[in-house]
């Protein structure tokens, strides 16, 4: 069965700063991995997603992932970061070869930003 | 159109009520889910429909009871619920229930409160 560990509880991070969050996962197989974004009291939101090929992926709000199989990581990045971005992010991996398997979310990394 | 919605937006019942939560899509999606996620937590699976059909309960009691009318609708029936039972209750879907791989679009998710 597939996991994936966020190893940052929470991050704080000035206006304008660039931002990487950590995401790392455990399947023996190519997981497909996911990025959630979700505001205080709000569903969570489709950030980005890889399924395959390039490892280098854009999502929305200007947000990217790398995949690096190697670190088993699949880092979500910001250049500038804006105060709507505080929020609360999730990585989520599912299985790539197995059916019917549940999607499995990270703990969470909740961001703060500061001026 | 991604949007999946969710009435209502707040309930607060008593221990003893019946009260229902409903969710629609209508992206053709053949997959919905039931989340319920407390506070500073990720989102725990409780069921999943595929094609009208229930193919997943997460050892969920009994006092929840889902049902699927049809492929757009999704109800999640309430009754004799505790206090711990308190929550964000979201609804998500997907084009297909298959090795995780099809990306899951969340409704805004009602807040249950029961008193």
């Known amino acids: 069965a597939q996991s994936v560990t966020q190893p940052d509880i929470h991050i704080t991070v000035s206006e304008g700063a660039s931002l990487e969050l950590r995401c790392n996962y455990s399947y023996g197989a190519t997981p497909y991995l996911f990025w959630y974004v979700q505001s205080p009291g709000q569903g969570l939101q489709l950030l980005l997603k890889?399924?395959?090929?390039?490892?280098l992926v854009q999502g929305i709000k200007g947000f990217e992932a790398e995949f690096k199989r190697s670190q088993s990581s699949f880092n979500l990045r910001k250049p500038s970061v804006h105060w709507s971005d505080a929020a609360e992010y999730f990585c989520?991996?599912?299985?790539?070869?197995?059916?019917?398997?549940?999607?499995?979310f990270g703990k969470g990394t909740r961001l703060s930003v500061i001026a | 159109d991604t949007e999946v919605t969710q009435t209502p937006k707040h309930l607060v019942m008593g221990m003893t009520n019946k009260k229902s939560l409903k969710c629609e899509q209508h992206m053709g999606h053949r997959a919905m889910y039931w989340y319920k996620q407390k506070a500073k937590k990720p989102p725990e699976l409780m069921f999943v429909?595929?094609?009208?059909?229930?193919?997943i309960n997460e050892s969920v009691p009994s006092r929840f009871s889902p049902e699927c009318p049809n492929s757009s609708l999704l109800n999640l029936h309430l009754h004799a619920l505790q206090p711990e039972d308190s929550a964000l209750y979201l609804c998500?879907?997907?084009?297909?229930?298959?090795?995780?791989?099809?990306?899951?679009?969340f409704g805004p998710g009602t807040r249950l409160t029961v008193t």
């Open positions: 998500a879907s997907s084009q297909a229930w298959t090795s995780g791989s099809y990306e899951q679009y």
């Open positions: 989520a991996v599912g299985a790539s070869n197995s059916g019917n398997t549940p999607l499995v």
């Open positions: 429909y595929s094609y009208e059909k229930l193919s």
């Open positions: 890889y399924f395959s090929g390039d490892t």
